[in-house]
């Protein structure tokens, strides 16, 4: 019996690209150079600012300019945290058809809570949702599995009750580490590393209904 159902947010829950989009392409724009098209830099979301600034600058943490443009992205980010960005197609009815059956659900991100939560509350979720986990929310983000662990017991349910839906390889890792069921959607942005099919997941889903039948 699953007791929880837990979401990765960019890329699995919502839809951000669009948003984080424009903020990499005003700094390249404030850099003069020209805009990246939405699928280049769709696939590197869920990499947070550090894939954004590799896909915008080939820029790693460490290279000079980095931390310049990190805390610049953030700022800018700060200022259009839900302009485009929407719940992907079927999640509404999947958190509806979670609810009624009485199972728990929550989001766990890498996302820092100083923009997770404006997200969430522009979406509607944050009073709906058992538990919202950030990355600053543990001492360890994912892959690690302190944030997936975190997240069980504020939401009151056994972590191998669990279920973790996530659209990058490191959010599979994290489940596999936490004893939860891992779970990969397909919708998502699903990064530049391994094929989706090599990620060690329990189940692939190509949309967030097949998640409800799957519980049905």
Same mark, same amino acid.
């Given at each position: 019996?699953?007791?929880?159902?837990?979401?990765?947010?960019?890329?699995?829950?919502?839809?951000?690209?669009?948003?984080?989009?424009?903020?990499?392409?005003?700094?390249?724009?404030?850099?003069?150079?020209?805009?990246?098209?939405?699928?280049?830099?769709?696939?590197?979301?869920?990499?947070?600012?550090?894939?954004?600034?590799?896909?915008?600058?080939?820029?790693?943490?460490?290279?000079?300019?980095?931390?310049?443009?990190?805390?610049?992205?953030?700022?800018?980010?700060?200022?259009?945290?839900?302009?485009?960005?929407?719940?992907?197609?079927?999640?509404?009815?999947?958190?509806?058809?979670?609810?009624?059956?009485?199972?728990?659900?929550?989001?766990?991100?890498?996302?820092?809570?100083?923009?997770?939560?404006?997200?969430?509350?522009?979406?509607?979720?944050?009073?709906?949702?058992?538990?919202?986990?950030?990355?600053?929310?543990?001492?360890?983000?994912?892959?690690?599995?302190?944030?997936?662990?975190? @997240?069980?017991?504020? $939401?009151? *349910?056994? =972590?191998?009750?669990? &279920?973790?839906? %996530?659209?990058?390889?490191?959010?599979?890792? +994290?489940?596999?580490? @936490?004893?939860?069921? $891992?779970? *990969?959607? =397909?919708?998502?942005? &699903?990064?530049? %590393?391994?094929?989706?099919?090599?990620?060690? +997941?329990?189940?692939?889903?190509?949309?967030? $209904?097949?998640?409800?039948?799957?519980?049905?």
């Amino acid at each position: 019996m699953i007791e929880a159902v837990l979401f990765d947010l960019d890329g699995t829950l919502a839809d951000t690209a669009a948003d984080l989009g424009a903020v990499l392409n005003r700094l390249r724009s404030e850099a003069g150079q020209a805009p990246l098209p939405a699928e280049t830099i769709r696939p590197h979301v869920s990499k947070g600012v550090r894939g954004l600034l590799g896909i915008g600058f080939a820029l790693a943490p460490g290279d000079d300019r980095y931390t310049e443009l990190h805390q610049r992205f953030l700022a800018c980010y700060g200022e259009s945290l839900c302009v485009a960005t929407t719940l992907f197609e079927g999640i509404e009815e999947l958190l509806d058809s979670l609810e009624a059956q009485g199972i728990k659900w929550g989001v766990v991100t890498n996302k820092t809570s100083r923009y997770t939560l404006p997200v969430m509350e522009a979406l509607g979720l944050v009073r709906r949702a058992a538990c919202i986990v950030s990355g600053d929310s543990s001492p360890r983000p994912k892959p690690a599995p302190d944030p997936l662990l975190l @997240a069980s017991t504020i $939401a009151g *349910a056994d =972590a191998a009750r669990c &279920l973790y839906v %996530g659209d990058d390889i490191r959010d599979m890792q +994290a489940a596999r580490a @936490a004893g939860m069921g $891992a779970i *990969a959607a =397909a919708w998502g942005y &699903l990064g530049d %590393g391994p094929p989706l099919e090599e990620w060690g +997941a329990d189940t692939i889903i190509r949309s967030p $209904a097949d998640l409800s039948r799957l519980l049905r």
